[in-house]
């Protein structure tokens, strides 16, 4: 059996979660979910990619881990009273159990020739779960034309996921994460700047050099941070249908 048709197999059982790549054309976004998709399962791009005039599609697994917490383990003793036992004897719990969900994540990749008008609608956004936000640390408008490009989707979404009409920046909205590229042609690492889109959603944020394979390499800190915006948007898709 091919990884094509192993994913196919797979795709058919578990749920899925759809994240939205926005961004400046030229910014890195195509880079980005290379490494955002790659897995495993999918070592080659032509293996996990579908594409059309508007969109192209990226996909992979995710682990979605759940905690099980179990109750205290019986002692084998009896101790003479109450307050020797609350003093001297201590009850013995098992650590908590980690159990895994499998979820399928798509990255949809808009085409660089759609605008990035405000009143940007699309029947996709509805179902969005996650964003991911990418400029490029060379050219600071590509981060001031973020605004721009997630209103639409993110009216759309506050629109259709909230009982009541949330503010766009609200903290609580839609997970997102943000990705300021072209790291390794910068002199020195930028320090963290208050009024950046990243402080001003409350965002997680991440800096790249998109063009290294091992950017997001497991156990590194950036890989972390895709994991927990990746736990974050199966969250939302769980407790915010």
Same mark, same amino acid.
């Given at each position: 059996?091919?990884?094509?048709?192993?994913?196919?197999?797979?795709?058919? @059982?578990?749920?899925?979660?759809?994240?939205?790549?926005?961004?400046? %054309?030229?910014?890195?976004?195509? !880079?980005?979910? @290379?490494?955002? #998709? @790659?897995? #495993?399962?999918?070592?080659?791009?032509?293996?996990?990619?579908?594409? @059309?005039?508007?969109?192209?599609?990226? #996909?992979?697994?995710?682990?979605?881990?759940?905690?099980?917490?179990?109750?205290?383990?019986?002692?084998?003793?009896?101790?003479?009273?109450?307050?020797?036992?609350?003093?001297?004897?201590?009850?013995?719990?098992?650590? %908590?159990?980690?159990?895994?969900?499998?979820?399928?994540?798509?990255?949809?990749?808009?085409?660089?020739?759609? !605008?990035?008008?405000?009143?940007?609608?699309?029947?996709?956004?509805?179902?969005?779960?996650?964003? *991911?936000?990418?400029?490029?640390?060379?050219?600071?408008?590509?981060?001031?034309?973020?605004?721009?490009?997630?209103?639409?989707?993110?009216?759309?979404?506050?629109?259709?996921?909230?009982?009541?009409?949330?503010?766009?920046?609200?903290?609580?909205?839609?997970?997102?994460?943000? *990705?300021?590229?072209?790291?390794?042609?910068?002199?020195?690492?930028?320090?963290?700047?208050?009024?950046?889109?990243?402080?001003?959603?409350? #965002?997680?944020?991440?800096?790249?050099?998109?063009?290294? %394979?091992?950017?997001?390499?497991?156990?590194?800190?950036?890989?972390?941070?895709?994991?927990?915006?990746?736990?974050?948007? *199966?969250?939302?898709?769980?407790? *915010? %249908?």
């Amino acid at each position: 059996m091919t990884h094509f048709q192993e994913f196919q197999r797979i795709e058919g @059982n578990v749920r899925t979660v759809r994240i939205l790549i926005l961004g400046d %054309p030229g910014v890195g976004k195509t !880079s980005l979910t @290379n490494l955002l #998709a @790659n897995s #495993a399962i999918t070592p080659t791009r032509s293996s996990r990619t579908v594409a @059309n005039s508007e969109w192209t599609v990226q #996909a992979r697994l995710h682990k979605y881990p759940i905690m099980e917490q179990h109750l205290p383990l019986t002692p084998e003793w009896t101790s003479p009273s109450s307050s020797e036992r609350s003093i001297q004897w201590k009850l013995q719990r098992e650590p %908590p159990h980690v159990s895994e969900v499998i979820y399928f994540v798509e990255f949809y990749d808009k085409n660089s020739s759609i !605008s990035k008008s405000r009143v940007d609608k699309n029947p996709l956004y509805k179902n969005i779960d996650g964003m *991911v936000l990418v400029y490029n640390m060379e050219d600071m408008q590509s981060q001031d034309h973020l605004h721009d490009w997630m209103y639409g989707p993110l009216l759309e979404i506050s629109q259709r996921r909230h009982s009541n009409h949330k503010r766009l920046l609200n903290r609580q909205h839609v997970p997102i994460l943000v *990705v300021g590229t072209m790291l390794d042609r910068l002199h020195k690492r930028p320090l963290r700047r208050y009024g950046t889109i990243a402080h001003q959603l409350g #965002a997680e944020e991440m800096l790249l050099n998109c063009l290294d %394979p091992h950017s997001l390499d497991e156990k590194t800190r950036n890989h972390g941070k895709v994991c927990n915006f990746l736990n974050r948007a *199966v969250d939302f898709k769980m407790f *915010v %249908p």
